[in-house]
């Protein structure tokens, strides 16, 4: 797969200041070095990209619709470059046997429909050799909003938020390992880091193991680290802005 050294020394130098804000931003709110994981963005980016992504030693990218993702799986498959894809934008239930074949973690599920549908993708992926590892390790979009478009279990619904738990939690194929959260444009960014973290604690606590928490992006990741995310989610922070054309 062929990129030009221009562009790889330029995500090269973006990945190195990337990691260096991640670990500032760690220390300034007296995290643990490396208890951030930096989950690259490559939507709307050439599989060239990815593939440079691959050589700087990142095994796992996040994209946003399933045949975007799915294009560049094959492509990179093709041309032997090993890559893990996460889902992270929203998923039609109709889409999520597809989704079940390639993706190595879903970041964006919001109902129980969905958690099932998946499960049953998962076992069918499995059953037709698509798939060689036979847990998905799911997070649970929260929504702050009520915006059905952008997606999210609505944060302030307890009861079906603990069906949706339940639902990816006691499915066959499925891990429930966390929550993550977009902030909507109109909120304080903190406020929802800050309740998504407290939602997240709780049903650690209630299920005895650590959970992870997928917030913050290019423009908010040192305020979502300061506020207790594990994952921040950067795309136009390391690739730049999406391609012409």
């Known amino acids: 797969m062929e990129f030009t050294d221009k562009r790889r020394d330029e995500i090269a130098a973006k990945w190195e200041q990337l990691q260096s804000q991640v670990r500032a931003a760690e220390e300034k709110a007296g995290r ?7 989950l690259p963005v490559t939507k709307f980016h050439p599989a060239s990209d990815v593939a440079v992504l691959a ?44 989704v079940a ?61 603990d069906s949706v738990v339940a639902a990816v939690d006691t499915a066959e194929h499925l891990l429930f390992d966390g929550f993550m959260v977009v902030p909507p444009r109109e909120a304080e960014p903190g406020e ?29 990741f040192e305020d979502a680290i300061a506020h207790g995310s594990t994952v921040v989610r950067v795309g136009t922070g390391l690739l730049g802005a999406r391609p012409v054309g």
Not at 32 to 38: A, F, K, L, R, W
Not at 65 to 88: D, P
Not at 194 to 207: F, G, N, P, V, W
């Open 55 to 98: 050589e700087l030693g990142i095994d796992l990218v996040g994209e946003n619709r399933e045949q975007e993702a799915r294009g560049k799986v094959e492509e990179l498959t093709a041309a032997g470059v090993e890559m893990r894809f996460a889902m992270i934008g929203q998923i039609q239930s109709k889409k999520a046997n597809a």
């Open 32 to 38: 643990n070095p490396g208890s951030v994981s930096i």
């Open 101 to 161: 074949r390639w993706a190595s973690e879903v970041h964006s599920v919001d109902s129980v429909k969905l958690a099932g549908g998946l499960d049953r993708g998962m076992a069918l992926a499995l059953e037709r050799g698509d798939r060689t590892t036979d847990t998905l390790p799911c997070l649970i979009q929260l929504s702050f909003d009520d915006d059905t478009n952008r997606g999210g279990v609505p944060h302030d619904d307890a009861e079906l938020l």
């Open 192 to 220: 929802v880091f800050a309740a998504s973290k407290s939602i997240c604690d709780a049903y650690a606590e209630k299920l005895g193991r650590s959970l992870r928490l997928s917030a913050g992006m290019s423009g908010d």
